[in-house]
């Protein structure tokens, strides 16, 4: 008779193949925003005003941030389900202990380096939606995102799917744990069984006799 204790292990693989998917989309959108995004050149002047057309940048900084919001909640509610399963199959074990401290450190990090790509992403995907005269960005203002805004936030794309998944193999369930049930066996008349059951009564006659192999009265 078989029973098995890991029943998430299976959903593993699907959640680490969508992770890196919709990961990879997010950084490709962030790299090809910081070459299509504006640049000084692209400012107009009227007197004291100013504008900047609108890019192709700031499609494509949404996207990522699409992108990588659905991989962290994807990833981060895949992995917290499985660990406080694993913690509450084996409550108190050391090894769980050490496991989950793990395990909430990676999770905690994959929040920080999201949010702050994010940060990021938001803000350099605003300048490129295009400012008006008197307007700007920013009281009236124009700005430009400097050269490695959206690089910078394609290299926290590729740290935040890191930790993602570092979180996932952290939080790997228990493998199946397998029991015989020897009574089970007994009942088929396995051949293995008898034999087994031989040795343990020559093994009980021997016990009970004594050192000067006398039996015991």
Do not use: H
């Not at 790299?31 to 004291?48: T, W, Y």
């Amino acid at each position: 008779m078989e029973k098995g204790g890991g029943r998430g292990l299976p959903c593993r693989p699907a959640v680490c193949g969508v992770v890196v998917l919709l990961c990879a989309t997010a950084f490709s959108c962030s790299l090809a925003a910081e070459f299509r995004k504006v640049k000084d050149k692209d400012m107009k002047l009227d007197g004291s005003l100013c504008s900047l057309p609108k890019s192709p940048a700031f499609e494509l900084g949404v996207a990522a941030i699409a992108f990588l919001t659905v991989a962290q909640l994807v990833g981060t509610t895949a992995a917290a389900t499985t660990m406080r399963a694993s913690t509450s199959s084996k409550p108190g074990k050391p090894a769980v202990t050490r496991g989950r401290a793990a395990s909430v450190a990676l999770l905690v990090l994959s929040w920080l380096c999201f949010a702050l790509a994010v940060v990021l992403l938001a803000t350099a995907a605003s300048m490129n939606s295009g400012q008006r005269y008197g307007r700007g960005w920013m009281d009236g203002d124009c700005y430009v995102a400097r050269t490695g805004v959206f690089g910078g936030a394609a290299a926290l794309v590729v740290v935040t799917a890191l930790l993602i998944l570092g979180l996932a193999f952290a939080t790997d369930p228990a493998p199946p744990r397998t029991t015989t049930t020897a009574t089970a066996s007994c009942a088929r008349g396995d051949a293995a069984c008898t034999a087994a059951s031989a040795t343990i009564r020559v093994g009980a006659a021997t016990d009970a006799e004594q050192p000067g192999g006398r039996s015991r009265q």
